[in-house]
């Protein structure tokens, strides 16, 4: 009973370890492992020694810290293409995308992160991950606020009470009272809006993604040249919702 404790107890922490990338997404080194996670070094060596054999994490050979392995993505990826979303509504996607000429992303929440997990381009007909990045932020993006105004109301209270409103722009939200404001508008429309929030000159309109439980499980939207995304506003708002529809009502959603 022993070793199985100690064995359990070594996977939760490399679990801790990897943990780590999610909110940090820089390399790390043995020193910052264990000041994180309050364990001595040579427990961290260990197990990190152990996750790089495995290609969970891979080392930086210049600067002796460790990145995210080859391994994680290939998890990552088969996970991404799991999800019910993708193999469900890529078809539909597929269709904003070319009907508008403009990429359009389709994200989801991993923990308290908003994360892109499939994209499509109309200049190649086929799906790319995000090669770097997948992480968006939640305030300044279509995907990450409808997200968040679908979210039972105490997860999102307890995810803003510390978030860091980063200003990108000038139309970026940096006050909780006039963001939350703005998910009160997205709920009630069922549209998000990026308009020019995280990149000057780059906009969005999107739509979530409803289960049969009438939770939402993903968000999608078109992203593009801002001009162009806001000369067909009305149109992109209409496909959205068209959109919304149609990936909601196959994943059983009936409201």
Request: a positive charge; charged letters at 20%; aromatic letters at 8%.
């Amino acid at each position: 009973m022993g070793k199985e404790r100690r064995l359990i107890q070594s996977i939760k922490r490399a679990s801790d370890i990897l943990g780590l990338f999610i909110v940090e997404q820089k390399p790390l080194g043995i020193t910052e492992f264990s000041k994180r996670l309050g364990l001595a070094k040579t427990t961290i060596a260990s197990i990190v020694q152990t996750l790089e054999a495995i290609g969970y994490l891979e080392k930086d050979p210049s600067s002796g810290r460790y990145r995210l392995g080859p391994q994680i993505f290939q998890l990552g990826m088969q996970c991404a293409s799991n999800i019910d979303v993708i193999t469900t509504g890529r078809a539909w996607i597929e269709r904003l995308c070319f009907q508008f000429r403009e990429p359009v992303n389709v994200g989801t929440l991993v923990g308290d992160k908003a994360t892109i997990v499939m994209r499509i381009e109309p200049e190649n007909h086929f799906m790319v991950f995000p090669q770097a990045g997948p992480m968006i932020p939640l305030h300044s993006t279509c995907i990450g606020k409808l997200l968040l105004a679908y979210m039972e109301e105490s997860r999102r209270n307890a995810l803003l009470s510390g978030y860091a409103f980063d200003k990108f722009t000038g139309n970026t939200f940096t006050s909780k009272t006039r963001f939350s404001t703005e998910l009160e508008t997205v709920k009630a429309t069922g549209i998000g809006f990026d308009r020019e929030e995280t990149i000057p000159g780059m906009a969005g309109i999107g739509g979530p993604v409803f289960n049969r439980a009438g939770a939402v499980v993903a968000a999608f939207a078109v992203t593009g040249n801002a001009e162009n995304i806001m000369r067909q506003r009305e149109d992109i708002i209409a496909a959205v919702r068209f959109t919304t529809y149609q990936i909601s009502s196959q994943l059983g959603y009936q409201g």
